[in-house]
């Protein structure tokens, strides 16, 4: 009996041990790029706190009002003095408010002539106080002052840009699409002010145009303010982060549970097809993450596919500065914009129409 308490110890204990071992941050050099392992667990890391409240402050939209009224807010940003800037896709227009929420005015139209939009798929304020936006529609970024009057605007020529943000050295990241007969894909590209190529960082495929798999991986990436660049082809866990330079420099990798494609996934995606008699090739599990944010403090927020039990939200990864994954929480929106210890987001009313909030961030 003694030996079996003794041998049934040594099982405790080695378990025990396995799992400590198991969820564990291990932090390599692998041909001068820093690669961060993460397990699938959140590690609790002394001194760093991993529990957040949002406390929501204001709402914009909803109002029987033509100035709160919007089509299709495709993005917003903040300035300093935290007035609010939204642009609105299908209107063509962005609309701008004071930090109470109150309406101070709207910018441009529906055209093709300076200062106006065909397709408006993105906007940023520079350090230099100029609200950039990217007109997909026009192939062009357009300058603005804060006060909406317009400076110029530079055309991406031939490059066809998805999606386009400017750093603080006035070089645009693209991501483009590539029409190649024998490999079309996506790229992460860095082009100077006159659209001249400085460097490819990445690469994704396009669609299949056999079959359709509407689920596959899509190419994402943020620039942060400081003009590091934080890319991922959610293929695998994997966020890969390059400086200014355009130099490799990190990974964060994580270890997960793949999700599988449910059948009432599949037949909303059938649903939502926009050409008729298309053959869809589905994959049985999703790609590693959906999409992800970084906040005003470096931390990083992984929209992943697993959702909470009564299927409303879904489970984000947070991960710190340093590339350490500290929590995983639930969350039902999507953070769009962090600035100030503040988040913006776009989201829906009970009606259905698009509205932004503005929730105050608490971590402890």
Known sequence: ??????????????????????????????????????????????????????????TIGGEN????????????????????????????????????GNYIKTIG???????????IFSLQITPKNELVVYDIGNRRVSFFNLNGEFIKSVSSGKVWALRCKIDSKGNFVVTEGVSDPKNSRYELKKFDSNF????????????????????????????????????????????KIFDPSCKLIKKIVKEYEPVEITEEEKKEAMKRAVFRGIKFAFSKYHSAFQRFSIDDEGRIFVRTWEKTEDGKNYYYNIFDPE?????????KIFPRLWKKGKLYTIEENEEGFPIIKRYKVIWE
Request: some cysteine.
């Open 1 to 58: 009996m003694k030996r079996f308490f003794l041998f049934l110890l040594f099982l405790i204990l080695f378990f025990n041990f396995s799992c400590k071992k198991q969820n564990k941050i291990i932090v390599k050099n692998i041909d001068g790029v820093q690669v961060i392992f993460n397990p699938k667990n959140p590690v609790y890391i002394e001194g760093i706190p991993n529990k957040l409240t949002l406390k929501e402050e204001l």
């Open 65 to 100: 009002k033509e100035e709160y009224i919007f089509s299709r807010i495709i993005d917003i940003a903040v300035d300093d003095m935290e007035r609010i800037y939204a642009a609105d896709a299908r209107e063509g227009h962005i609309k701008i408010f004071d930090k109470n």
């Open 109 to 119: 139209k529906k055209g093709k002539g300076p200062g106006e939009f065909y397709f």
């Open 196 to 239: 001249n190529l400085i460097k490819v960082m990445g690469q994704s495929p396009y669609p299949s145009p056999d079959a359709f798999n509407p689920f596959m991986p899509f190419d994402q990436w943020v620039l942060t303010e400081n003009d590091y660049i934080f890319y991922a082809y959610p293929e695998n866990y994997e966020i």
């Open 323 to 331: 590339g350490r994954y500290i929590a995983k929480i639930p969350l």
